[in-house]
Each structure stands twice: as C-alpha cells, then as structure tokens.
C-alpha cells in the first residue's frame, strides 16, 4: 500500500511569492495535518484537517491556510513569503485526530 | 501550551552499547509517539506508546502517563541506529501534536 505522499520534493521561492503543497494520505486515513521543521528542531504543529474541517491550528500567522478536499487530500498554501519560512514541511496522516500518525517524505522550501 | 523535553539532547555510543533515551511532557496527553528521523528527513513510526510498555526488536519503549514521560531504549545499538530521534504527543483538547527538540544519537564502529 502507498504511504503518504507529497510534492513536490523541493521548491525554491523568492521573498513576497506565494506557494502551494501537496498531501495524500494513506487510503482509509481522514485526518491530515501539516507541520514545519526548520534545521536543529522538532517538527511544529501547523493545521489538522478532518473530513475537510480545520480541527487543530498552530501559532503560525495567516499567511499560512490549508484545505482538505472530498478525498482527504490536501494544501497548504503560504503567502508572502519570508525568508524564515524556509524549512521542511511534512505532512501526516492518521485515521482519526489523535491516533497513531504516518508521515510523508516531505517537501523543502527554500525562500531566497 | 504543553511543554515536551528530550534528554539528553546528543548521545555518542560505541557499536553494541546500549541506550535510554527520555521524553517528559508538562501535562496529561492522550497519545504519545516515537519517531526516528533518517538523513534525509523522514520521519520513521517506532512507537505509538500512549501507556506501557512495547517492544520492536532491539528497541522498547515504556511510558508512565500519570508520571508524565517516556523512555525509549535501544539495545545493542547498531551504526544505523545513528540519527534524530524525536518523541511527540497529542492532547486532544487542545487539537494539536507538540514535538520535542529531539535526540542525536551518533553510534561508532
């Protein structure tokens, strides 16, 4: 069976841009949250979606929104971006908010 | 928010020794998870450990939910044991998963 997937890999943004990740969770999993890991720290809570409704947030500005759409797959969309917003940005799938979580490979963003 | 503490922060171990490594947190959580981070930057399930005691092979893990932390033990390391290795826990109330800062195990020939 797949696991969860990503794309892309990598992405290479300047300063002010806008840019769009993608999700796919495991089969039969509803649940997908976002986090961002930036060098030398653990992974930080973006979102959580389930059956398409934001269950969970982080501390993270507005510029940062995600969706979930009828198959349970997902976005997260950042906008003006800054250069501290380049880091690792992993997704993860569960069957339910609070169970056991399978991460994707994730995708790096480097802004410049 | 909870507060989720890993020590030690680096571990250096000669091939055969083995290890325990200690996640605390700051308040009641409803699930607790092991993870290994390989180099390049995939996350790998060990454990989901919300209470007791699990074992996987070399590696164990026990944790202590009224006592608020986690240990995760690895036996007879091995150099690909070499890694990040990251606990994390979900608190249902809040609607949110909080990392620790992780543990650098480096294991030498």
């Known amino acids: 069976d797949a696991g969860v997937t990503q794309s892309p890999t990598h992405l290479i943004k300047t300063r002010g841009q806008h840019v769009t990740l993608r999700c796919s969770p495991i089969?039969?999993?509803?649940?997908v949250s976002w986090y961002q890991q930036v060098l030398g720290q653990g992974p930080q809570f973006i979102f959580q979606?389930?059956?398409?409704?934001?269950?969970g947030r982080g501390n993270f500005p507005d510029r940062f929104s995600a969706r979930q759409f009828p198959n349970y797959s997902s976005e997260l969309n950042v906008n003006a971006l800054l250069l501290g917003d380049s880091a690792l940005y992993l997704c993860?799938?569960?069957?339910?908010?609070?169970?056991?979580?399978?991460f994707g490979p994730g995708t790096r963003l480097t802004v410049l | 928010g909870i507060q989720v503490e890993q020590s030690p922060p680096d571990l250096i171990l000669q091939e055969g020794a083995n290890s325990t490594l200690r996640c605390n947190f700051s308040?009641?959580?409803?699930?607790l998870q092991w993870f290994h981070q390989n180099p390049w930057g995939q996350l790998i399930n060990l454990f989901y450990?919300?209470?007791g005691t699990k074992q996987n092979g070399r590696l164990s893990a026990t944790t202590v939910a009224t006592e608020r932390y986690s240990l995760l033990y690895i036996s007879s390391s091995q150099t690909t044991d070499s890694g990040v290795y990251f606990c994390?826990?979900?608190?249902?109330?809040?609607?949110?998963?909080?990392f620790g800062d992780g543990t650098t195990l480096t294991v030498k020939p």
């Open positions: 994390a826990v979900w608190v249902m109330r809040a609607g949110k998963s909080t």
């Open positions: 089969s039969g999993h509803k649940s």
């Open positions: 993860a799938s569960s069957l339910n908010p609070g169970t056991e979580q399978f």
């Open positions: 308040d009641s959580v409803n699930n």
């Open positions: 979606y389930y059956e398409k409704e934001e269950r």
């Open positions: 450990i919300p209470s």
